[in-house]
Nanobody, 127 residues
Framework: QVQLVESGGGLVQAGGSLSLSCAAS???????????MGWFRQAPGKEREFVAA????????YYTDSVKGRFTISRDKAKNMVYLQMNSLKPEDTAVYYC?????????????????WGQGTQVTVSS
């Protein structure tokens, strides 16, 4: 199994920054040579949507258009951590942010193709 634990959410004013972290662990996670880690978010009353993803081995990244140039996804191999640095935050970025993982080196924005999920962390951006 794979365990994912997010942290770093909170309340910030528009234009501010937050950094989210996701700690990955588990015997299954350690035994695979390649996987992709993603961040999704879900605002009240809306579907969970893709935000960004990174391939563990080659650090290939992909972002949804609405966060390009503002958010940066990165990973620390030694610590099994994935980060989402969020700058120039807007009220429409308010959501619960989820870390997700899938095995393989292909990035996908399709939620159902990520079998492993964290519990989520709330990000609230005030105007």
């Amino acid at each position: 199994q794979v365990q994912l634990v997010e942290s770093g959410g909170g309340l910030v004013q528009a234009g501010g920054s937050l950094s989210l972290s996701c700690a990955a662990s588990g015997r299954t996670f350690s035994s695979f040579s390649s996987y992709a880690m993603g961040w999704f978010r879900q605002a009240p009353g809306k579907e969970r949507e893709f935000v960004a993803a990174i391939v563990w081995n080659d650090e290939n990244t992909y972002y949804t258009d609405s966060v390009k140039g503002r958010f940066t996804i990165s990973r620390d191999k030694a610590k099994n951590m994935v980060y989402l640095q969020m700058n120039s935050l807007k009220p429409e970025d308010t959501a619960v942010y989820y870390c997700a993982a899938r095995f393989g080196s292909v990035i996908t924005t399709t939620r159902i193709l990520y079998p492993y999920w964290g519990q989520g962390t709330q990000v609230t951006v005030s105007s």
